[in-house]
């Protein structure tokens, strides 16, 4: 991609101020991590950011794939990536996602390739859903609801029957 054309990210300019700010959010890391671990990766981490969750990820032997629409983020996380010595586990890729926004819904938390090859992507909704999707096309495959609340963190289950 000529980055000189690209579109930049409001992301972009508050990267290296991200991680000092969200230092302290923590709680659902080790969440992430194990779910990684069952997984037995790689992971896919759409909204990759810093690599907040995507580096304690690799620091468990796990390799992730991390999308984001942020080249500044990314710098940022590859940076921090190597200084954690875990470069080599993350392939980081920049990409604007448009193609999976509908609907009211936001792309969010990690999701495991081991459903359908990475194929199929879950987003959550402010409205209680949860919505699976093809990644190529943007078609929906199934909603899922009954929450009381906003859907703001996902994951798949390693084997891909579950959603967490």
């Not at 991609?1 to 923590?26: E, N």
């Not at 896919?44 to 032997?61: D, F, K």
Request: positive net charge.
């Amino acid at each position: 991609m000529d980055r000189s054309k690209a579109r930049l990210s409001p992301y972009d300019a508050i990267a290296g101020l991200y991680d000092p700010w969200s230092r302290s959010v923590t709680e659902d890391v080790d969440f992430y991590v194990a779910e990684a671990r069952k997984a037995g990766g790689p992971v896919v981490e759409l909204g990759v950011g810093t690599g907040r969750i995507a580096i304690p990820i690799a620091r468990a032997g796990v390799q992730v794939i991390g999308v984001d629409s942020s080249a500044g983020m990314l710098a940022v996380c590859r940076a921090e990536a190597e200084r954690a010595g875990v470069g080599a586990l993350l392939d980081l890729r920049l990409s604007r996602l448009l193609g999976l926004r509908a609907g009211g819904s936001r792309l969010l938390g990690a999701l495991n390739t081991a459903v359908a090859d990475g194929k199929l992507a879950l987003t959550g909704s402010d409205d209680g859903t949860a919505i699976l999707w093809q990644a190529e096309g943007g078609k929906k495959t199934q909603t899922f609801q009954g929450h009381t609340s906003a859907v703001s963190r996902l994951v798949l289950s390693g084997d891909g029957k579950h959603v967490l």
